[in-house]
Each structure stands twice: as C-alpha cells, then as structure tokens.
C-alpha cells in the first residue's frame, strides 16, 4: 500500500470536510476531463482503460484525504514507469488539480496542504 503523508493522522479528516465520496468523485471527474483534453496531458491517456485508473484515482486521493478507502494500486513509481513525465507535465497537471479543487470549493489551506503532499511524490513521477 502506497503510504501517504495526509490522511488519517491529518488533524482536521478533508474528505469527510468536503463531501465525502460524492465530492471526490466529481473532482477525480473534472480533473480527467480536462487532463485528457489538455494537449500537454492528453498523448498520455490515450488508448488507457480510463474506468481502471478512474477508480484507482478514487481509491488514492479518498485515501489522501484521510477517508476510509485504501489505495491498493501500483506505487507511484510503477505507475508511471516508462511514462517520460518531464517537468513542465507534472506542473500542469497540478495546475489542472488546482483549477479543480477551487471550481469545488476546497479551502486555500486544504487546497496547499493537498498539492504539497502531491508534489512531494514528484521524484516517483517525474523522469522515469
Ligand atoms: C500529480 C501527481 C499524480 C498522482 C497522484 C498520480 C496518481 C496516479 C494513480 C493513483 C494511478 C493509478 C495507478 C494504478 O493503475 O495502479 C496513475 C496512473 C497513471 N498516471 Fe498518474 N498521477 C500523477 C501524475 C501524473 C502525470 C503528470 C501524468 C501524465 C500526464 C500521469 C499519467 C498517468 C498514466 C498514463 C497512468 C496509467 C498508467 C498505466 O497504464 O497503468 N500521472 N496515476
């Protein structure tokens, strides 16, 4: 299992803050929706079971956020073995993340605290 900083030691439980499963899944949704539109983040999605990865994002950012679910997937470096993310691809993508949360209403100290924990996974993501 893949070992998060945020979750359940995290003092204040953000998933339960912000709508539980209902919520996640409509951010899991829009981030997607732009990610397999966005020319920097789109040629990696394409011809991907996107219903897999779908519910594997559910499963890990439940868990980021201090819910219930456990995230059994590939570790993160596994996941995006082979992929060659450079840089400027991981920064969008989180652009893309942050675009979503505000469009639902996560708070600009919940919002930081998701995309620090986010950008510390950067080595596994980035350059493999
Ligand atoms: C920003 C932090 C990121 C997180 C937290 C994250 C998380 C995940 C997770 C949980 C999976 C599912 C792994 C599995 O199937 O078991 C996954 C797969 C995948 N991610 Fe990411 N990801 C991130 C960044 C990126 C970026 C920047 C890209 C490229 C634009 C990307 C492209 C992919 C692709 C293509 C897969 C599917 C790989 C496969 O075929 O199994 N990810 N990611």
Redesign the pocket.
Known sequence: MVKLKIGNDNKINLYRKYGEYSTVCKIVTDFYEI?EKNP??AP??KN?DME??FD??ID?ITQALGGPKK?F??S?KN??SN?D?NDE??YE??NI?DIVLDKHHVEADDKEAIINI?KK?KDD?VGH
Do not use: D, E, S
Request: glycine content about 4%.
């Open positions: 990610m920097l983040t990696f999605f991907l897999r990865i594997h994002q890990f995230y997937g590939k993160m996941a995006h992929l993310i691809v991981f993508t989180l993340l986010i996974l993501i």
